[in-house]
């Protein structure tokens, strides 16, 4: 049977995975500095929310099994969705890293079309005393 302590324990549990893996991932840089700081918060929060004693009315009341349920699929959507804000803090960094390179591409290319056209200015001076 599923009881009220067995929720709020997944709320703690759920929480101190989202803490851990929030922590793991800024170590490794695989999320910034923002998103982190709102994950952490977010996860302290279930934590709290598991933790504390509020538990005495609302929705638990009605049906302890409805609840378990949508407390489990609460904590699977906020580990999924912390698993896009993280995919999306790597593809923000590629993508800085891409605009970057492409940056040294064009200022190189610049270059080389300066380099060109003086070659090109000197063979035609070069052409211009030959004839």
């Known amino acids: 049977m599923i009881s009220v302590g067995f929720i709020r324990c997944v709320f703690i549990v759920t929480g101190i995975i989202l803490f851990l893996l929030d922590i793991s991932f800024y170590v ?33 009341l009605v ?5 378990f349920i ?11 969705l912390f698993f896009v804000s993280a995919l ?10 891409l605009a970057m390179q492409v ?11 300066q380099r060109l056209d003086k070659l090109e200015k000197s063979y035609e001076e070069k052409d211009t005393v030959c004839h």
């Open 28 to 60: 490794k840089k695989k999320i910034y500095e923002d998103l982190a700081l709102g994950w952490v918060v977010v996860s302290v929060i279930e934590i709290l929310l598991g933790a504390l004693p509020v538990w005495r009315g609302g929705i638990l």
């Open 63 to 67: 049906d302890v099994k409805v609840s």
């Open 70 to 80: 949508l407390t489990l699929c609460l904590s699977i959507l906020a580990l999924l």
């Open 88 to 97: 999306t803090s790597v593809l923000k960094k590629k993508n800085q890293e």
């Open 103 to 113: 940056s040294l591409l064009n200022q190189e290319n610049e270059m080389i079309l």
